[in-house]
């Protein structure tokens, strides 16, 4: 018996860049997080503290920088940019892994028309992605966090098993809610980045709303089946929905009913589903989610 | 000397509220964060330990809840509902304050149209109020949290005292970012909340986007002002800014030169700018603030 | 009527300094979070924009990390040096606010002994300060945050009155637990610093375990006059204990009784206990909270 | 081409359990947060809404409760008896992963002896586990969070390649400092957890104080390898570790040297080492890990 590295890798994370657009009438901004993390030949460093195949986190940081100076575009394609640089600039990296977290702004209205330069976060759902460059090819990811979503009735759940730990009541009509986290996989590394991101999102909420649901797994199933028969480019995605229990507040002690009025939004515990929906075709995902 | 007992007060925090509106064509919800903190004669509890003057936070929660089982309204009025009944119900609960934290919702589009019953979660500043009954008189305070704003450029900061230990370098043209926290004490305990919330909330957007700015402290009076120009029933705001910094970052050693377009946004430390505007003759304000 | 500028003050806030002692046999580390807030003759920079007095917030942020070159010492003697500085050479200071948070780290064990410079972080309570200098004289808080402690039994809560809202049953053995946040002031501006926050830390937490409570209201008082008694230099303390529920999880509906022994942790809501105790011939507290 | 369901699981996240141990001369308590995640036949449920093999996620919290009345014991065991009864109760239900984060406390000091029932939240480091049970065999994990170290020497990073982005200083002499993240995987279902748990603990910590490094990469080695070599049941551990960025502060333009005394400690961005060290007669992991 020996002991060995195993999987490794290693980056900079969380870079905050915003970049200000000014050439045209007006300013536009684009405020990212980006996370680099590379991997490849790293015996070395790890085994006797050599560096001399590292490529310091401090340069990646840089790098982000650097490349922003010439614009950023799609999220997407600044992401493909910086993995496909860092594998090809350093022999000993042989994969990279670049993940960007896009925050949304809006822009102000001042005097009554469209700011020129001024800006509020806006708050509805956060456009993600994730690119893995291995060399020879290029995988992928989409997505949106923190898009907290509820629908106030279409929501049912009953007809569960009950065992001996079972006091849960069936339930005709309830508050169904959640902060959706979707990744979806591209099947292409070029496409209209833009267009499949709101696509996708449209056609993510207009299920949610849409579907009268007897669990949160019915309507993680009719999102994602909504993207990928809207989206052709997406080959899967991927769900993580905790149900964001909201209890309806007994009221009878205090001689009042309450029809589906009052209810109690709760932190913890918390339903949480997880689930996959793809193509049957889809191709293999390869290192795209690892 | 003896030790004796202070100021005091106890409340059940955070009570997290869901109503559904159901009786028209669409649902409608109101999302509330409601804090109550009740004050009195509580020496004996502090010293004795006897409890019949504690009115429990349990009973202060079940509160909250049932009286939003006859609808809530604007979150002014429900605070100062739940104030006076507290006061007015407690022999020992000399003073109450109520305060409430709304937080936001969108309608989404479903099918193309408004949706009936589904909604997402909007990140666009949150609404709050904070509501002091003494068994006499109400004070109300408005507000708003988490707006967070940016001008990319229309900031400078030059001019400053340079004593030795100043190394910052005078800048003509800046981002100014920050995260407003404002807080204004309106002098009127009946009022069109909503319309002074909207109106205020417009009116310090506009101001924070016109105002051409040598120091944040400059906006900030620039918004303090605007509001109460534009709010006769508002008597004093108080802001909470914390400057954003969002530094140039030197492209040279890459051979880049950067006109003002990438910069990196810094967690922390950041600059504090706190501050109050109001009425010469703003009427005192009593115990609102404590 | 005119709008006019109320209260201001501004600053860096949350410089994260951390000081490596390497004189001695041992390194020793100190590790704070250091915000400083100034206030004075601010007219200008908020009417006009003019921004001659005002020492900018970089400035201070220096002058926290090149104050710390000569050591740091006791928090309460660092946040003193800074305040004075800031006043005594800034004719347009007035005043000085310097707030310390001290993270706390233990040495670590390697090979059997003491380390010489290896640490972890520790999580029993974080030792704060806030200083307040106004050209003439210093106020000088000390604290403690983050300091988590239980009851598993020890606690009632029993007596309290029942009105229409009120379903609470009585209990006569409970948990009582709470995340301590105390802040005391002191009567000096000089003190074996040291010294005193040990005793105070040491003397709440045994009153915190000795009490048999009624209330967390009594064990606020049983904290705050223990430490009165135990530390001279200390004429006021303020708590904010939040009562981090633990209810009985009812576990009849599988045949199983509960005698104390199985608990839900709640997060919210909670109750919120805040409280003064002083002596009654405590000097006044001049600008110390404010 | 068709859409079809990939892999899904559900459950119940974050159940906050504490139990109190009353039946010896001394308190004791447990605080744990148990998360339970199920799956298996669950088409029925995504596709057509019928819930007849959906164990409710209220059940399982039930069930977390309910098998606490029996006691705990070890975090890995209580983990094991749970997912094996999900498994082996509901004929629907393949495999379940559970879970644990366990709080750490400290027995308070009353009356200057150990307390009876009084405890204060200790921070070095909170225990976890996961345990997957497929209705044939479990894997164990355990592993530390929230573990922050650091060296205040003994730290050097240089020799690294130099592109056109690189500005990074050589450095023989830094702080190394990180929120050690470890989970490691026990080639075994039984064990002594208690006395596994705290020799890897303690071996990983006097291998992170021992390590003189060259990089982050070396010291994740040397602990993973001390850990290995010290507890023969564990077969492999992956860490995560964020290097938390002390930068020595320029104090030249003070007219100050820094001899390695007075850095400023970083948020963000911040580097991300991730590795894995294991014996290369590990077993397969299995599920273990997904």
Same mark, same amino acid.
Request: proline share 4%; no cysteine; glycine share 8%.
């Given at each position: 018996?020996?002991?060995?590295?195993?999987?490794?890798?290693?980056?900079?994370?969380?870079?905050r =860049?915003?970049? /200000?657009?000014?050439?045209?009438?007006?300013?536009?901004?684009? +405020?990212?997080?980006?996370?680099?993390?590379?991997?490849?030949?790293?015996?070395?460093?790890?085994?006797?503290?050599?560096?001399?195949?590292?490529?310091?986190?401090?340069?990646?940081?840089?790098?982000?920088?650097?490349?922003?100076?010439?614009?950023?575009?799609?999220?997407? +394609?600044? &992401?493909?940019? =910086? &993995?496909?640089?860092?594998?090809?600039?350093?022999?000993?990296i042989? &994969?990279?892994?670049?993940?960007?977290?896009? #925050? !949304?702004?809006? %822009?102000?209205?001042v005097?009554?028309?469209?700011? #020129?330069?001024?800006?509020?976060?806006?708050?509805?759902?956060?456009?993600?992605?994730?690119?893995?460059?291995?060399?020879? %090819?290029?995988?992928? =990811?989409?997505? /949106?966090?923190?898009?907290?979503?509820?629908?106030?009735?279409?929501?049912?759940?009953?007809?569960?098993?009950?065992?001996?730990?079972?006091?849960?009541?069936?339930?005709?009509?309830?508050?169904?809610?959640?902060?959706?986290?979707?990744?979806? %996989?591209?099947?292409?590394?070029?496409?209209?980045?833009?267009?499949?991101?709101?696509?996708?999102?449209?056609?993510?909420?207009?299920?949610?709303?849409?579907?009268?649901?007897?669990?949160?797994?019915?309507?993680?199933?009719?999102?994602?089946?909504?993207?990928?028969?809207?989206? !052709?480019?997406?080959a899967?995605?991927r769900?993580? =929905? !905790?149900?964001?229990?909201?209890?309806?507040?007994?009221?009878?002690?205090?001689?009042?009913?309450?029809?589906?009025?009052?209810?109690?939004?709760?932190?913890? !515990?918390?339903?949480?589903?997880?689930?996959?929906?793809?193509? +049957?075709?889809?191709p293999?995902?390869?290192?795209?989610?690892?």
């Open positions: 018996m020996a002991i060995v590295l195993g999987d490794n890798r290693y980056g900079k994370a969380e870079n =860049l915003v970049r /200000v657009d000014r050439d045209g009438d007006e300013h536009r901004i684009t +405020d990212l997080t980006v996370s680099v993390s590379l991997s490849g030949d790293m015996s070395d460093t790890h085994l006797t503290g050599a560096n001399d195949k590292v490529l310091a986190t401090d340069t990646q940081k840089n790098t982000v920088f650097a490349f922003a100076r010439d614009g950023i575009g799609e999220i997407e +394609d600044f &992401a493909l940019r =910086l &993995a496909r640089h860092f594998v090809s600039t350093q022999e000993s042989h &994969a990279a892994r670049v993940g960007i977290v896009a #925050h !949304p702004w809006e %822009r102000l209205q005097g009554g028309r469209p700011a #020129h330069h001024s800006f509020a976060r806006s708050g509805a759902g956060t456009r993600t992605t994730r690119v893995t460059y291995d060399g020879e %090819r290029a995988w992928v =990811l989409g997505g /949106v966090e923190d898009l907290t979503v509820l629908n106030s009735t279409g929501s049912e759940f009953w007809g569960f098993p009950r065992d001996e730990y079972t006091t849960l009541v069936e339930v005709k009509d309830r508050i169904l809610a959640t902060a959706v986290s979707a990744t979806w %996989r591209f099947s292409v590394d070029e496409a209209d980045w833009a267009d499949a991101h709101e696509t996708a999102l449209a056609t993510l909420l207009d299920a949610f709303g849409g579907t009268h649901s007897q669990s949160l797994q019915q309507t993680l199933y009719a999102m994602g089946q909504a993207v990928l028969e809207a989206v !052709p480019e997406i899967e995605i769900f993580s =929905l !905790p149900n964001k229990h909201h209890f309806l507040v007994d009221l009878e002690p205090f001689g009042l009913d309450n029809p589906g009025e009052v209810f109690y939004a709760a932190d913890r !515990p918390y339903g949480l589903i997880e689930g996959t929906v793809l193509r +049957d075709d889809a293999p995902a390869g290192p795209a989610w690892s």
